[in-house]
């Protein structure tokens, strides 16, 4: 078998810093803690037959079963939905890893990847409504209640992230090149302002699913001390909440900024 790599050399070409300092193209996570797990597992993958493009597949696997987890009642589904969360971001740091060094990279990466990251946020979403309505208190007219708000909550997540992603889509139709991170800024000094205060506060991370789970996993414990299910309605409904009032902020700071131009 191959020799593993030697870890310097593997993150040079692996984790280029220019990807990293990218504030849309790098998970908080990831520059956090997850980034310096992923090249060990990295370091072993490249010296298997495994493809880039399965491996990103496993991800999307781990992030619809986080979703999916949420069925099963009380702590151990939503430990079992966190930890899966986390395997989904292990994989989408791992694949494109793999990629780089092996030169394998393709737009079917691409687009699965991108493809994934919709899913498993809109599953985790969808889930937490089904836990929402665990209890089944207000019959099945409240049960469809709270369902119906982890969909609705799960479409704006997907908005959100469409709305980002048509950015590159339009720019590509007019034949211009990827908008860097000064793109983003607002040019009205009043959505400027808007943007840095939300920025500030960090509530519009509640809305990734890697966030999502952690929170989740926060009121599953509440819930399991007080017997109910109250404090994650209370999350879920904070989450659709905050969810719908930065679906149109996030157009108008689009529409405002100089990534269309």
């Not at 992923?38 to 619809?64: A, E, I, K, Y």
């Not at 994934?116 to 469809?144: H, Q, T």
């Not at 908008?179 to 943007?195: I, N």
Request: charged content about 15%; glycine content about 10%; proline content about 3%.
């Amino acid at each position: 078998m191959v020799a593993a790599p030697v870890l310097e050399e593997l993150r040079e070409v692996c984790q280029p810093q220019a990807k990293l300092a990218s504030r849309n193209g790098e998970h908080w996570a990831g520059r956090l803690y997850m980034r310096r797990v992923s090249l060990r597992f990295t370091r072993q993958l490249v010296r298997t037959r495994v493809t880039p493009d399965q491996l990103t597949w496993t991800m999307v696997v781990c992030g619809v079963l986080s979703g999916a987890a949420l069925l099963i009642p009380g702590l151990t589904g939503a430990v079992l939905a966190a930890l899966l969360m986390q395997l989904f971001l292990l994989f989408d740091c791992v694949d494109g890893e793999v990629a780089r060094w092996k030169g394998q990279n393709s737009a079917t990466g691409i687009y699965v990847d991108r493809l994934g990251a919709y899913l498993a946020d809109a599953a985790l979403m969808i889930g937490f409504g089904f836990r929402a309505a665990e209890s089944g208190l207000g019959g099945w007219a409240g049960f469809n209640g709270w369902v119906s708000l982890g969909l609705a909550t799960a479409l704006g997540v997907v908005l959100l992230k469409a709305s980002t992603d048509l950015v590159d889509v339009a720019r590509a139709r007019r034949g211009l090149a990827v908008a860097d991170d000064e793109a983003t800024a607002p040019r009205s000094q009043g959505v400027a302002s808007l943007r840095r205060l939300a920025a500030a506060f960090k509530i519009h991370r509640v809305t990734n699913g890697i966030e999502a789970s952690l929170v989740l996993l926060a009121v599953a414990a509440l819930d399991a001390a007080t017997g109910g299910v109250g404090p994650t309605r209370w999350a879920l409904a904070a989450i659709a909440a905050i969810t719908w009032l930065m679906v149109p902020a996030h157009l108008l700071s689009i529409l405002s900024s100089s990534r269309l131009r």
